[in-house]
């Protein structure tokens, strides 16, 4: 099958391109590289330089390869700058992605199955302690982010109903593993790994204060986001919208404590006040994915493996 990739230059879209390569499927990358990296790209994959804001070069990237599905990954993907800046928020992941839906469903167009990276780390809102969001809970997103996302959600929805666009719609919890970017606002295990290698303070930003051991998040590993889109991609997921995450809470501070101890260096930190747009705890169910994909990759098991990446970039 000839599948594209968006944002396939990232961190997440990289892994899955090879995902899908060793599959055996045909495999394109679209990326403008704004924040993905070419040398990301698999040698396998064909590559596209283009910024789906750009309607006309999105529609003719597509008739050029003519893909059979497609994994849409490219985002603006930082709550921070959402805050900051919601209409290039909204610029890239929401008419960026109108403009790929409309590619992909003009006349003479072969897709006929589109997977969505959303987000189930921002898109429920705030998660009561002791409990999981599953995909039946209400959506309350707080950030331009996590709105932009579930705006996008709504237009797939449409695009089913009036376009003939089968989608599946995954929503990641906090994505960590090889390749992330440690110099971005988002990515907190690539930029803690980075700092406690450099020897600099690993920055505790404050869950309600300053001082507090910091939001809880639950950190899935990327082999099994990358599982969970081929699986869709293939046509193997029945549910409209899945969770992908691991259930498991874990404070900042509990990360930070985490990849030191691997790193073997002093825990030295520094606590800063909440984040602008940051939610204090947000955890997912994601039972129904483990049907699909299994028992995810546990917090410790993924740490050890990006301890592995980073360690040896630096040599």
Known sequence: MRILVTGGAGFIGSHIAEGLLEAGHEVAVLDNLSTGHRKNVPAAA?????????????????????PEAVSHQAAQASVAISVRDPRLDAAVNVLGGLNLLEACTEQGSQVRRFVFASTGGAIYGEVPAELRADEATVA????????????????????RDTRNLPSTILRYANVYGPRQDPHGEAGVVAIFFAAALAG??????????????????DYVY??????????????RVEQPIMNIGTGEATTTEELARGICQRLGVEQTFEYGVPRLGDLERSVLDASIAFRYIGTPVPLAEGLDRTKVFYTERRD
């Open 46 to 66: 064909k590559f596209y330089e283009c910024d789906l804001r750009n309607d006309d070069l999105t529609r003719s990237t597509l008739r050029d390869f003519r």
């Open 222 to 235: 990327v082999a099994d986001v990358v599982r969970a889109n081929i699986l869709a991609l293939d046509g």
């Open 140 to 159: 309350r997103p707080s950030s331009p982010y996590a709105i932009h996302k579930l705006a996008f959600e709504g237009l797939l929805a449409c695009y």
């Open 200 to 217: 600099k303070k690993l920055r505790v930003n404050g869950r309600s204060q300053a001082g507090d051991a910091g939001c809880v998040r």
